[in-house]
């Protein structure tokens, strides 16, 4: 059955690797964004045709001048790579459209060697200014934000997962979870830029993947292998050893604070503190789908997080090992006096744990950016979604993390975008007074 499933998972990256498109590689640095606006009449979305566009350097030296083509595209060569500020003329706006929030125009995109930048303008109908503008809801809008909802809430859901088993398994609350994410993304990001050099720079001269980068998808699967490796070294060097000498669980939870800061600023050594993107399906047009628009690499993350987070049920519902999982999960030492081995249990989970959130983030840095300390900021939303569900269950982890991912973009109708992560919480509060054990979570005695 492992043996299957893992065939399965190389045939699905390899498929996506031939069907992705986009900017497989980038011959120069670049800026792009396509805007497109509400009709109000029709209730359709058009492109904004005309719209002038200045590009400058650091230096406040104009780089150029256009405006978006029929299809509300710009695409502007710059001299190479920098920090470009990108400036939106409000006045060339269709009449009736203003941006959404202005104090955001200019956009400032950095762009890395090899790059395409991508900005993005929100647009609205009416006075605009923040969440809830003035041009009123559309069905537009609240299709879009969910579909966008969707997809937050399965990639912290990839995420979440693996950090509520670790918790079933061990009754430990792993705040190191944040990191084996950034991980992941930002080995990923190694790879597809400079491979194995990206490590060990004397290699630099050899041919790829020794030397140069290689696809992200390719990228991805190393990625998901360095992520497994994180999560069993843990256990095997640092969290069995601390089990086997009676170390409580309040303590291990402070080592793993510990692990969060040092590996974090370890990222920020290495990596810098300069968000960045990937090489490969960074500058995609959206296709339209109904009141939906869609790029094709959201598309096929979202697809492929379903079919990882479909084969991770089925792997704890039909196999022995994921039986035996939610046996420990259910009653530690029951599992262990019915002749499980426990231990080998906990390992399997944090190194399936750390795979999982290394894709999980590899496709967030994907669909936002990479930083270094993405996986600190994406860790609230992982936990809010853990315990949404139910502390300790695979499938509760699911079910809060899609509920917070649709809660966060959907209350960006009523609230500026700032704030959006305040909507997940306030969900999180009102579900948690009414059933305080979470959605799948059990009921349990106290005292």
């Keep these: 059955m492992r043996r299957r499933m893992m065939a399965m998972t190389l045939v699905t990256f390899v498929s996506l690797a031939v069907m992705l498109p986009g900017v497989a590689s980038a011959e120069g640095e670049s800026v792009t964004s396509t805007i497109r606006y509400d009709d109000p009449e029709s209730g359709e979305e058009l492109p904004a045709v005309g719209v002038a566009i200045t590009v400058t350097d650091a230096n406040g030296e104009i780089v150029a001048e256009t405006a978006t083509d029929d299809e ?14 990108v400036l939106l003329d409000p006045d060339t706006l269709p009449e009736g459209v203003v941006l959404r929030s202005p104090d955001r125009n200019p956009a400032v995109v950095t762009v890395q060697e090899g790059q395409a930048g991508r900005t993005i303008f929100a647009t609205t109908s009416g006075e605009g200014g923040g969440g809830g503008g003035g041009g009123g809801i559309t069905a537009r809008q609240v299709a879009q934000l969910t579909w966008e909802g969707l997809k937050l809430g399965l990639f912290i859901a990839m995420m979440a997962i693996g950090l509520s088993l670790i918790f079933g398994t061990t009754g430990l609350v792993n705040f190191a979870h944040g990191e084996m994410i950034g991980w992941g993304m930002l ?3 190694l790879f597809n830029f400079y491979g194995v050099a990206g490590f060990v720079g004397f290699m630099h001269d050899l041919p790829a993947p020794l030397g140069a980068g290689i696809n992200l998808i390719l990228a991805t699967m190393i990625a998901i292998a360095g992520g497994a490796a994180l999560g069993w070294s ?3 060097f640092i969290f069995a050893p601390l089990r086997r000498r009676g170390v409580t669980l309040i303590s291990q939870m402070v080592v793993t604070i510990g692990l969060s800061l040092v590996l974090r600023y370890l990222f920020l050594f290495a990596f810098g503190g300069v968000p960045r993107f990937f090489r490969d399906y960074t500058a995609q047009s959206a296709v339209s789908l109904g009141l939906v628009e869609i790029t094709p690499k959201d598309m096929f993350a979202a697809a492929l997080s379903i079919t990882v987070l479909v084969g991770v049920g089925l792997f704890l519902l039909l196999t022995r090992m994921g039986k035996a999982m939610r046996a420990v999960a259910d009653n530690r030492d029951l599992a262990e006096s019915s002749g499980i081995d426990v231990q080998r249990v906990i390992r399997f989970v944090w190194t399936i744990g750390g795979a999982l959130a290394a894709l999980g983030g590899v496709l967030l840095g ?3 950016q990479v930083s270094w300390n993405i996986g600190f900021r994406t860790l609230l939303l992982v936990f809010a979604g853990v315990i ?7 499938f509760g982890a699911l079910v809060g993390s899609v509920i917070v991912g649709v809660g966060i973009q959907v209350s960006t109708l009523f609230i500026p975008p700032e ?4 909507g997940a919480l306030v969900v999180l509060i009102l579900v948690l007074i009414v059933r305080p054990q979470g959605i799948l979570g059990r009921k349990e005695r106290v005292g």
Excluded: Q
């Excluded at 710009?74 to 920098?82: A, I, N, R, S």
């Excluded at 704030?419 to 305040?422: C, F, P, S, T």
């Design 187 to 189: 080995v990923a990001y």
């Design 72 to 85: 509300g595209t710009f695409l502007v060569e710059l001299p190479g790579p920098g920090e470009y500020s």
């Design 419 to 422: 704030l959006k992560n305040v």
């Design 388 to 394: 949404l569900g139910g502390l300790g269950t695979a």
């Design 366 to 368: 994907l669909s936002e």
């Design 234 to 236: 843990l256990d095997r």
